[in-house]
């Protein structure tokens, strides 16, 4: 069974670094396209980053530069650095594959058919 599980949020004060996880139920999982999204209750879905099998990373320009997406096939793991986290971070995080598109990305979580149950990270002033 293809499962995506996030680990790694939680409270933080503003100016904090905070590395998601997503592990997946097999390395196999994550040799296709791969990202991070988040979203705020009552909001739309927001792109972050993601990274397609040539592990060229691509950013959504509001977070290049603070966020860095990475994976490590040998520990079936997806990562998420953020740094200099605001307020305006605090969401709730979610990692996603597209089995679809394993070697083209296509950006848009609307793309992406398999989906963890997210990690809430939470930012204080």
């Known amino acids: 069974q293809v499962q995506l599980v996030e680990s790694g949020g939680g409270s933080v004060q503003a100016g904090s670094s905070l590395k998601l996880a997503c592990t997946a139920s097999?390395?196999?999982?994550?040799?296709?396209?791969m990202a991070w999204f988040r979203q705020v209750e009552g909001k739309e879905r927001e792109d972050l980053a993601l990274?397609?099998?040539?592990?060229?990373?691509a950013y959504d320009a509001s977070f290049e530069g603070r966020f860095t997406i990475s994976r490590d096939l040998a520990k079936s793991t997806l990562y998420l650095q953020m740094n200099n986290l605001g307020p305006d971070d605090t969401a709730r995080y979610y990692c996603?594959?597209?089995?679809?598109?394993?070697?083209?990305?296509?950006?848009?979580?609307?793309?992406?058919?398999?989906w963890g149950q997210g990690t809430q990270v939470a930012v204080e002033p």
């Open positions: 996603a594959a597209d089995f679809r598109h394993p070697s083209n990305c296509v950006r848009g979580w609307r793309s992406f058919d398999t």
């Open positions: 097999f390395p196999e999982i994550l040799n296709t396209c």
């Open positions: 990274i397609g099998r040539d592990d060229n990373p």
